[in-house]
């Protein structure tokens, strides 16, 4: 089962433009992470924020978390061709396992 | 930051054979690692979690004498995809968490660069 859900799941925008991920987790967490997958790699950690956090930001990007809508958006700003992936939010289950979202595959054209 | 590697990165196979995949962690032991299975455009599904030391827990609906694993020391674990059929061609991708509070389970976990396998 999917922990997270992720809108939208494909964005295209041009080079210099912000991007905006969101993802809908459906059980309780204490802390939400996002990774990002360039084609046919393996997943690099980007941010992890904890769920008494609102907002964080490292470089370019900017989580926000909002428990009571259990909700999370990622932010990239001024977008750069090195940015296209997919990336995925991913939050602790019960158990402690990390379950995915559908990841949101972003295009960023020059 | 902590470094997991996986052997081998790409392996093709005929039906009927059995691949072995390793996963390392390279500086850091990690008590736990998990394996993971990627379809093409799809997310991650988490098949196990590899336990040094003792048996693996399966997730519901994978089965645990198809993918063996073993997690022999603190720093390797193996995926066994035994008797493969083109079915389980995928991308196998693993990860471990460093030891950190509350055990690292709840902390960031760092992946391996994957496997592909393609099974003919």
């Known amino acids: 089962s999917q922990q997270g859900e992720e809108d939208p799941q494909a964005l295209s925008i041009q080079e210099g433009e912000n991007a905006t991920m969101n993802c809908s987790y459906k059980t309780s967490i204490n802390n939400l992470q996002w990774y990002r997958q360039n084609s046919g790699r393996g997943l690099v950690h980007l941010i992890l924020?904890?769920?008494?956090?609102r907002e964080k930001h490292s470089g370019r990007l900017r989580v926000t978390l909002d428990t009571s809508k259990k909700s999370s958006s990622l932010l990239i700003t001024a977008s750069r061709a090195a940015d296209t992936a997919s990336y995925f939010c991913?939050?602790?289950?019960?158990?402690?396992?990390?379950?995915f979202g559908q990841g949101t595959e972003l295009s960023v054209k020059p | 930051g902590a470094v997991v590697s996986q052997h081998p990165s790409r392996v093709i196979c005929k039906s009927g054979t059995s691949v072995k995949i390793e996963c390392r962690s390279l500086?850091?032991?990690?008590?736990?690692m998990f394996w993971y299975r990627q379809f093409p455009k799809q997310s991650l599904m988490l098949m196990a979690t590899s336990n040094e030391g003792s048996k693996a827990t399966y997730e519901q609906g994978v089965e645990k004498d198809k993918f063996l694993i073993n997690h022999a020391s603190l720093t390797l674990s193996t995926l066994t995809v035994t008797s493969a059929h083109p079915e389980d061609s995928s991308f196998y991708i693993c990860s471990a968490s460093p030891p950190g509070p509350g055990g690292g389970r709840h902390n960031e976990q760092f992946f391996g660069p994957g496997t592909r396998l393609t099974v003919l």
């Open positions: 924020i904890r769920s008494n956090e």
């Open positions: 991913a939050g602790p289950n019960l158990g402690g396992k990390l379950i």
């Open positions: 500086d850091f032991q990690a008590t736990t």
